[in-house]
């Protein structure tokens, strides 16, 4: 069974600091990663991938993550802070599964907060 | 192009009512999904379907819910005899090829039901 885990609800940093999401996940499979950012009264949008090539993915707005198959984690993380990056961010696996609907799983979500 | 489009975007609805939730894939994408995201929690699964193939309704959380998806497009998703606690944000998101683990999805930016 595909599981995955936002260890933090809530993450608050100031303008320019650096920013680290957490996600564990668990995965019979190899699986394929992503994150999603939701600001606020807007769709889900995605943010980067990994699909088993290389193991840190460069995603959109700065963001990067590095996918780390011995701790099985796929944190998310970027340089400086900016306002702008206020949101909710979700951890989502995917692995192959019949039911390709119940392949995505969710995370319950991270919300950042950014501070001047 | 045109993405993912939801209607309506908000809906207020007195409890014991029927609602009718719309979703316009993308044009061109097989695989169309909804979520439903409640206040603090993840988003959860409720219904997958790709192509002709009979949905994976795995995820729907009663009998009160169903959906349709009318030639191989347009989506409803319908809740009958509504209560409080299907109060949510439902999202909608469409895929090019559903069941592909990485074939990330699209999302629409949701609609708002509120039950009183």
């Known amino acids: 069974a595909q599981s995955v885990t936002q260890l933090d609800s809530h993450v608050s940093v100031s303008e320019g600091t650096p920013v680290l999401l957490r996600c564990n996940y668990s995965?019979?499979?190899?699986?394929?990663l992503f994150w999603y950012v939701q600001h606020p009264n807007k769709g889900l949008q995605l943010l980067l991938k990994?699909?088993?090539?290389?193991?840190l993915v460069k995603g959109i707005n700065g963001f990067e993550a590095e996918f780390k198959k011995s701790e099985t984690s796929f944190h998310l993380t970027k340089p400086s802070a900016h306002m702008s990056d206020a949101a909710e961010y979700f951890c989502v696996v995917s692995s192959y599964s019949n039911q390709a609907g119940t392949a995505l799983i969710f995370g319950k979500g991270t919300t950042l907060s950014v501070s001047s | 192009g045109a993405g993912v489009s939801q209607s309506p975007s908000n809906k207020v609805t007195e409890k014991g009512k029927d609602v009718e939730l719309r979703c316009d894939p993308i044009s061109g994408h097989t695989a169309l999904y909804w979520y439903r995201q409640s206040l603090g929690q993840g988003l959860e699964f409720l219904i997958y379907?790709?192509?002709?193939?009979?949905?994976?309704k795995s995820g729907l959380p009663s009998d009160r819910f169903s959906a349709e998806r009318t030639g191989g497009s347009v989506s409803t998703l319908t809740i009958q005899r509504t209560q409080q606690e299907d109060s949510a944000v439902y999202l909608c998101a469409s895929s090019p090829r559903g069941g592909q683990v990485n074939s990330p999805l699209h999302f629409g930016n949701g609609t708002r039901l509120t039950v009183t």
């Open positions: 995965s019979s499979y190899s699986p394929s």
């Open positions: 379907f790709q192509g002709n193939s009979a949905p994976d």
């Open positions: 990994y699909t088993s090539a290389a193991t």
